[in-house]
């Protein structure tokens, strides 16, 4: 009897520290990106640190007289969420820091349409193990050699998806003010 005990608490811990080792794979690839991002941008530079009250804007959000309905609210931060529009998130960048805002970005990475589109291949699958089927049990199956993606997301774990996503956050970042810090939105 104890033999056998032994052998189940051999495979129960092998598996345990499989599953652990797979676990611990994700926030590497994020600090990782994260790490790269601040490295390039320089936007994880110390300074004093103040209560942040902040507002998610897009740039054509931020006209004056949002910002400054804010101002008179008591916040002290805009978030500017960045598009495609490079020209227009620029100047909504300029009239934010010259309101007084402390500017910070939002860039969102994995739900990314253009990326999807581009490349199917690296798009997430929806998860179809037993487990998850018994929350969702009415959701068609696949047919044999069949995968349901996700879409538009497309998470960073792929090298070349990473490398696309950097490449993106270093467009998006170009020829505008720096901000204060930058908001990575669905960093999977």
């Given at each position: 009897?104890?033999?056998?005990?032994?052998?189940?608490?051999?495979?129960?811990?092998?598996?345990r520290n499989e599953i652990k080792g797979q676990r611990n794979r994700?926030?590497?690839?994020?600090?990782?990106?994260?790490?790269?991002?601040?490295?390039?941008?320089?936007?994880?530079?110390a300074g004093p640190v103040e209560m942040l009250k902040g507002a998610?804007?897009?740039?054509?959000?931020?006209?004056?007289?949002?910002?400054?309905?804010?101002?008179?609210?008591?916040?002290?931060?805009?978030?500017?969420?960045?598009?495609?529009?490079?020209?227009?998130?620029?100047?909504?960048?300029?009239?934010?820091?010259?309101?007084?805002f402390n500017l910070y970005y939002w860039i969102e990475i994995a739900?990314?349409?253009?990326?999807?589109?581009?490349?199917?291949?690296?798009?997430?699958?929806?998860?179809?193990?037993?487990?998850?089927?018994?929350?969702?049990?009415?959701?068609?199956?696949?047919?044999?050699?069949?995968?349901?993606?996700?879409?538009?997301?497309?998470?960073?774990?792929?090298?070349?998806?990473?490398?696309?996503?950097?490449?993106?956050?270093?467009?998006?970042?170009?020829?505008?003010?720096?901000?204060?810090?930058?908001?990575?939105?669905?960093?999977?």
């Amino acid at each position: 009897m104890h033999g056998r005990r032994n052998i189940l608490k051999q495979n129960y811990m092998s598996r345990r520290n499989e599953i652990k080792g797979q676990r611990n794979r994700c926030p590497t690839g994020l600090l990782l990106f994260a790490l790269v991002l601040c490295v390039q941008f320089g936007a994880c530079l110390a300074g004093p640190v103040e209560m942040l009250k902040g507002a998610l804007l897009t740039a054509t959000q931020a006209d004056d007289g949002q910002l400054h309905t804010l101002k008179a609210r008591g916040y002290n931060s805009i978030v500017l969420s960045l598009s495609a529009n490079a020209t227009q998130d620029k100047d909504a960048a300029h009239r934010i820091q010259t309101t007084g805002f402390n500017l910070y970005y939002w860039i969102e990475i994995a739900r990314n349409p253009a990326l999807a589109d581009s490349h199917p291949e690296w798009m997430a699958s929806l998860q179809g193990h037993k487990e998850w089927r018994r929350f969702f049990p009415d959701l068609p199956k696949p047919a044999a050699g069949e995968v349901v993606k996700n879409y538009p997301w497309v998470p960073v774990f792929y090298q070349e998806a990473f490398a696309a996503h950097l490449k993106r956050v270093k467009e998006l970042l170009q020829d505008k003010p720096a901000p204060r810090g930058i908001f990575l939105n669905d960093l999977q």
